[in-house]
């Protein structure tokens, strides 16, 4: 997979950062997942009106600490 680099107005990044579901979500994620949502809404909106949801219902539990590591998430799995 090659990579390019693209300038966006610090507005743009911003809006971005209210996408990322956690600290260390790449832009890349973010810009698929808003591309899935933009694509999804065209072909079924109700389907993606649940995804918004989804994506602002796990914004808001993090935000309150209400998550689990990777670590923790590995131990629980027994990995």
């Known amino acids: 997979m090659s990579e390019t680099t693209i300038k966006i107005h610090t507005e743009t990044k911003s809006g971005l950062d209210q996408f990322r579901e956690y600290k260390n979500e790449s832009y890349d994620e973010v810009i698929k997942k808003v591309i899935y949502i933009a694509n999804t809404s065209k072909t079924n909106p109700k389907l993606s009106k649940e995804t918004i949801e989804s994506i602002e219902k796990a914004r808001k ?3 309150e600490g209400n ?3 990777e ?3 590995k131990k629980r799995l027994g990995f």
């Open 61 to 63: 539990r993090m935000k």
């Open 67 to 69: 998550f689990i590591t």
């Open 71 to 73: 670590a923790e998430a």
